[in-house]
């Protein structure tokens, strides 16, 4: 992995391992009820490639531009989070640990659906009343560029 010396790349794998496991359940109970084949990440996220991209993988320093939506798991109809349009965001920077593992599995052009376990979301503190503690997340994510 290439990064340059301002990039502060971690990768959060320093988790509760018992919220994990109650996590990884509940994800894999949901994949097994809405008959998805999903394919697992050392790390417990679990992730559909919904399109092959053509482009170049993002390293774990680079900015990217996407468009995303993000569900709760117990609640997949209606999105807390989505965008319009393109938007940008350091892969080092201050997202959850779940978009920094996954968004690098797909390349530019590609489409990624992130099951992302609470430990690697927003985790025992949630995110106000929007996303409650411990919530396992989904999101959708189209990767266009991806940019050192």
Known sequence: MHCNDDC???LNFQVDETQLA???????AYLEQNDI??????SGLRYVIER???GRFPESC???VVTYEGF???NDDDP???TANFTSFNLDGGLISGWKIGVPLINEGGRIRLFIPSVYGYGEAGNGAVIPPNSNLI???TLFDARR
């Open 8 to 10: 502060d790349a971690d």
């Open 22 to 28: 109650l996590d990884i359940a509940e994800i894999d």
């Open 62 to 64: 680079d900015e990217v």
């Open 52 to 54: 092959e991209g053509d």
């Open 37 to 42: 084949q999903a394919m697992e990440h050392p």
């Open 139 to 141: 999101f959708t994510v």
């Open 72 to 74: 709760l798991l117990t």
């Open 80 to 82: 807390f989070d989505f």
